[in-house]
């Protein structure tokens, strides 16, 4: 237990690191699966259009491990996991139903706003611990997450949320 003291901001900011390393490539797998379910083919569009995102924002990592040098390799997610595994969920009980959509763009919505928080800590470390070569590319990621965020708020207000609302109940 006496270890944990000596632990410092360098081993959060690769620690951290590892978890949205190990994130993206999971996001990386259910990204097809998402385009798959969805109704909509602007939803589908997105969804694979975020997936090769998704393909350089890991690249961008890799690029990260290397300034550190350290190999790059992923971390278990536990939050990342179970924002999936609720997304799973909503494929499962509302396949077929007029709310699909709506509950796939919460969804990744949920993964959004994780990256974000995620991109935003890391960013500040880096900052902090002058690793000057990473903030670009972290900064680069979080642009994209908040622009796909953004995109996915305008697909929900457009069409998504008022197909899911259906007709009334009597």
Known sequence: MATNSLKTLDDLFLDTLKDIYFAEKQILKALPKLARAAQSEEGKAGFLQHRDETQGQIERLEQVFEILDKPARGKTCEAIQGILSEGEEIMEEFKGSPALDAGLISSAQAVEHYEIARYGTLIAWANQLGLTDAVP??????????????????????????????????
Do not use: S, V, W
């Open 137 to 170: 590319l972290l900064q680069a990621t979080l642009e994209e997450e908040k622009a796909t965020d953004a995109k996915l708020t305008q697909l929900a207000d457009a069409q998504a949320n008022a197909k899911g609302k259906g007709a009334k109940a009597a």
